[in-house]
């Protein structure tokens, strides 16, 4: 089955700076990489994902990149506020007719005003 | 207006005692989804319905069942709770025939197992 690696596992920014957080998948076959923010006792939200047939996307302050060739993918936030600290967890999925995740491990992000 | 809920939000089983955590989906997706979440970790998928088929991770103990009597409602029934079984249980939807890609997730059952 996929697996899916994350690091950092705890980041720690000041505000206004850059976030970067990096995943890798196993299986060559996953075609649908998305990004969730979990806040403390809440459900995962999707807050951006990617198809295989494209190598970056951008959503205002977050971006998501995808190197399929080396089977990595990152999300990127750009300008942090305190409210973006939550954990974030990457996802891999081969998108068929289900669609089922296999998450990373996450990374706790810690924005210091 | 919620789309995925899910009923209990808490609770509270002994171990042994059988448990059904309930989710329900306003969304008409064909596709429902349980994942387990233990403190810290990431979500882990445990089964999910096609519509009526089932399929199961290979690695989801035999312990954990799941019923979709129709498209609105899927259950999780954990035949005897052990205290490893203690987590956050999400159920997720997401529409299968369409190019839709998105998974909705339910807000959650905390279980406890005492």
């Known amino acids: 089955g996929e697996n899916v690696e994350q690091h950092p596992s705890t980041l720690s920014v000041q505000e206004g700076d850059s976030a970067v957080i990096k995943c890798t998948y196993s299986d060559s076959a996953s075609n649908y990489f998305p990004w969730y923010k979990q806040e403390l006792g809440k459900r995962p939200q999707l807050i951006i994902d990617?198809?295989?047939?494209?190598g970056e996307k951008k959503d205002q302050r977050i971006a998501v990149t995808l190197n399929k060739t080396a089977k990595h993918f990152s999300l990127h936030i750009t300008e942090t506020q305190p409210e973006d600290s939550a954990v974030y967890f990457c996802a891999a999925s081969v998108r068929t007719g289900a669609n089922n995740l296999f998450f990373g491990t996450g990374t706790r992000l810690t924005v210091i005003p | 207006d919620a789309m995925v809920i899910q009923n209990p939000r808490y609770q509270v089983t002994q171990f042994g005692k059988p448990v059904t955590l309930s989710c329900s989906q306003t969304l008409n997706h064909n596709v429902m989804y349980w994942y387990q979440q233990k403190s810290s970790q990431a979500p882990k998928l445990l089964f999910h319905?096609?519509?009526?088929?089932?399929?199961n991770e290979a690695d989801t103990p035999d312990n954990f069942q799941s019923r979709r009597p129709n498209t609105s409602f899927c259950f999780l029934d954990i035949r005897s709770p052990g205290l490893g079984d203690a987590a956050m249980y999400l159920c997720?939807?997401?529409?299968?025939?369409?190019?839709?890609?998105?998974?909705?997730f339910g807000p959650g059952t905390r279980l406890t197992v005492t």
């Open positions: 997720a939807t997401s529409a299968g025939k369409t190019l839709a890609y998105e998974q909705y």
């Open positions: 990617i198809r295989s047939n494209v």
């Open positions: 319905y096609y519509d009526k088929d089932f399929n």
